[in-house]
């Protein structure tokens, strides 16, 4: 089953390729991985979309906290959150497919951040699930770059991960 | 005053009572060295090979409750240590490598013996440090210790670059160290200890399995404790050998690929299994599924988490340090009213000792034309009264020690279990007679692993390090030779010996005593003399039967009940039972 893993982590160097070093030596898998620091600069926030079974996602939980520099996990999975992901798409267009490409966008809740005579680029945010669907919806042959940020996860209400 | 960053790093060892360090020089630690040449607290063991610095360091930690510590340069000095962070971080060994790096502005333009040293290490430390800045010396090497010792032990790696090392701050050495995002686990959960003396009682077949974290804990006695109060029987891994004492009659042996026909089936046939400080390796419960075919409640106390349902299920987890945790598991035990039920117990050990006998115990068949590989350790048992320090390397050997030398006492069998490092038996002893100076050291190898790490017969005699070399030369890789013969058509590939150098000689260009021994009538003789040598590193060299195997013996992939025994009498076959 897909997990979002979300963990606050010391901003130091190397820390990123604890994590990342952890996935591939024990063979897990990771779907999207994205990091930044947060509101307090010494703590970077990593969200981790990743797949196993109830055993897998156990052991990663585990040996995610026991990584020195991690001081937080939660498995955003197990409780109510939210989930978003940011994506530009550039795509070519006719005369005849613009109006179609811009009432799309619209439907998706994007908005054209960039265009000239034969490209246009789109900005969107939603669930990954939702850019898929934009992305199927578009005639592929169009598309010409796409550039994901991997998905967010934060806690709905009181859910929360702070140290 | 201020002090240089090397000053500063050997300070730091002096205030947390470091007696050894163990280490080879080069350019990236010179002025770690030269500070370590104008102070006389901390001690150097100058190695012949990096690999066996760390080797050293370990074995000095296993043997007492200290931290290791290794001092090894950049590049090529820090790979080749590699190997013994590696083996350390297997088995959970408390260790701090200091490691020389490449001045600071030079990291990244690929310089003169640089390597990325925290990266090469990240998958086998606890947890590593490159220092960017003078100041941070002494609060990372405090950290290190810390971070060694505590929770869960492992080997930290602070990787210091040269110009850091030669640039001058205050030293101050931080009382305490705190860090925000590792907080270890003492006590475990009352409750759930609580859950498992019910389950302990209510028990019909239990079983208790003890691993190296009874050691490393110091919970031996807890553990001695539990087994006595219990009356159940008990198992040690060959990491924890010693834990429990393996002369009482509690004792079953050690379980797994190479554990007697007893602890195999008590381990498959329990109905209650308590796991103290072990984590049901492949080698120790075979294959998975098969283990899971026989129901069984899992009670498992561990301070890491993530040992605990890693392979099996476990019904009760109990995370906490094992020594606190037996502690209130016995005194909830000894507060209540409720002992074991007798009869249930009586039964249970009635089908163990049917085991016993039908799986033989350990029993081999001795010859008095050739030398038995066991009977050389029952020889080495019995010279040295059950209570040398034995260290080994890797292979069958190794198997033979641990089920023939027959510990009483934790800390006293010290092998690389987890990784299988050979060349680790000598330089391990090292540190073992080190920080044991009166004590009777023995380093049971083989000819294979012996020459993983031969150089450091030269350490030895420098350092003047008495160790009792048992080699059970069978002029083949006899561990890799004894799986070609079952599973690959006695095709021997690459496992005969050839060339073998003259031992006793090579012990005498070294320095030390080397002694041939040919006819088992002189294996005691032999030891005898050895061993009242004190201040000789004696090498014995022992012609031992080639084609003796290991049993009894689960093969890979298979489950403990499959346990194949010796085909030669006096055993019975496992269909009869």
């Known amino acids: ?163 | 005053m201020e002090l240089t960053g090397a000053e500063i790093a050997i300070r730091c060892l002096q205030e947390e009572g470091v007696e050894y360090i163990f280490g080879y020089p080069g350019g990236a630690v010179l002025h770690i060295y030269d500070a370590l040449f104008q102070q006389e607290k901390v001690k150097h063991i100058l190695v012949r090979h990096e690999q066996a610095a760390l080797h050293a360091a370990d074995g000095y930690a296993r043997s007492s409750d200290q931290v290791g510590v290794a001092l090894v340069t950049s590049g090529p000095g820090l790979t080749n240590a590699v190997t013994g962070i590696a083996t350390a971080y297997m088995d959970s060994i408390p260790m701090v490598v200091i490691s020389g790096q490449v001045p600071s502005y030079a990291i990244g333009e690929d310089a003169f013996q640089e390597v990325d040293s925290v990266g090469i290490t990240r998958p086998c430390v606890k947890h590593n440090f490159l220092i960017k800045d003078v100041k941070d010396i002494a609060p990372t090497i405090k950290k290190a210790f810390y971070l060694a010792k505590s929770g869960r032990p492992g080997p930290v790696l602070v990787d210091i670059p040269k110009d850091i090392s030669n640039q001058k701050t205050e030293f101050v050495y931080p009382n305490q160290v705190s860090i925000r995002s590792y907080k270890p686990i003492g006590k475990g959960d009352s409750t759930q200890i609580k859950r498992a003396a019910q389950i302990l009682l209510e028990a019909k077949r239990p079983m208790i399995y003890s691993g190296g974290g009874a050691i490393l804990s110091g919970a031996a006695t807890q553990l001695t404790e539990l087994v006595h109060w219990l009356g159940f029987p008990c198992t040690n891994t060959l990491m924890g050998l010693g834990a429990y004492p393996a002369t009482d009659k509690l004792f079953v042996g050690m379980p797994g690929m190479h554990g007697t026909y007893e602890a195999c089936m008590a381990m498959q046939h329990c109905d209650v299994l308590i796991a103290v400080g072990a984590r049901f390796d492949d080698r120790v419960i075979g294959n998975v599924e098969h283990f899971a075919q026989v129901p069984r409640k899992i009670i498992h106390i561990d301070i890491d988490p993530s040992s605990i349902a890693k392979r099996v299920k476990v019904d009760v987890p109990v995370v906490g340090d094992l020594k606190l945790v037996l502690d209130e598991l016995l005194s909830v035990l000894r507060g209540g009213k409720q002992k074991p039920n007798a009869q249930n117990l009586a039964e249970w050990w009635k089908q163990i000792d049917a085991w016993r006998v039908k799986g033989g115990g350990l029993r081999y068949k001795n010859s008095s034309e050739i030398i038995k590989p066991q009977f050389v350790i029952e020889k080495l048992y019995e010279v040295t009264g059950g209570d040398a320090f034995v260290t080994s390397d890797v292979g069958q050997h190794q198997m033979w020690a641990a089920q023939y030398y027959k510990f009483n006492k934790p800390r006293r069998w010290i092998n690389s279990g987890g990784l299988g490092t050979m060349g680790f038996g000598l330089p391990a002893a090292m540190g073992v007679q080190l920080i044991n100076p009166d004590a009777t050291v023995a380093c049971v190898t083989g000819e294979g692993s012996i020459q993983m790490n031969i150089q450091e017969l030269s350490t030895c005699k420098q350092f003047h390090l008495p160790i009792k070399v048992v080699s059970l030369n069978n002029r083949y890789l006899g561990m890799v030779r004894q799986w070609q013969e079952f599973f690959h058509g006695n095709r021997y590939a690459e496992s005969y010996m050839d060339a073998l150098p003259d031992f006793v000689k090579l012990a005498e260009a070294y320095g030390h005593v080397g002694i041939r021994i040919d006819n088992p009538a002189d294996v005691e003789p032999a030891l005898k003399e050895a061993f009242s040598r004190k201040n000789d590193l004696v090498f014995m060299d022992f012609q031992t039967d080639p084609t003796e195997n290991v049993f009894p013996m689960v093969p890979g992939g298979k489950g403990l009940s499959e346990v194949i025994l010796d085909p030669n009498p006096p055993h019975p076959h496992v269909e009869d039972l």
């Not at chain 1, 952890?22 to 947060?38: D, H, K």
């Not at chain 1, 994007?110 to 789109?122: A, L, Q």
């Not at chain 1, 939603?126 to 998905?151: M, P, W, Y």
């Open chain 1, 1 to 163: 089953m897909r997990h979002i893993i979300s963990l606050l982590m010391e901003n130091e160097a190397g820390a990123l390729s604890r994590v990342a070093g952890l996935f591939s030596a024990r063979g897990y898998n990771i779907e999207s991985l994205t990091v930044a620091p947060t509101e307090d600069p010494t703590l970077s926030r990593m969200t981790i979309v990743t797949s196993g079974s109830d055993a897998v996602i156990e052991q990663i939980n585990k040996q995610l906290n026991k990584l020195i520099d991690v001081a937080a996990v939660l498995d955003l999975s197990e409780g109510e959150h939210l989930e978003r992901e940011l994506m530009l798409v550039k795509v070519s267009f006719s005369g005849a497919t613009q109006d179609k490409l811009k009432r799309l966008a619209e439907i998706f809740q994007g908005r054209v951040i960039d265009e000239t005579e034969s490209t246009c680029t789109i900005e969107l945010t939603d669930t990954c699930a939702k850019l898929d669907s934009f992305l199927q919806a578009i005639e592929s042959g169009a598309i010409l770059e796409t550039v994901r940020t991997g998905a967010l996860g934060i806690g709905r209400g009181n859910r929360i991960l702070k140290l």
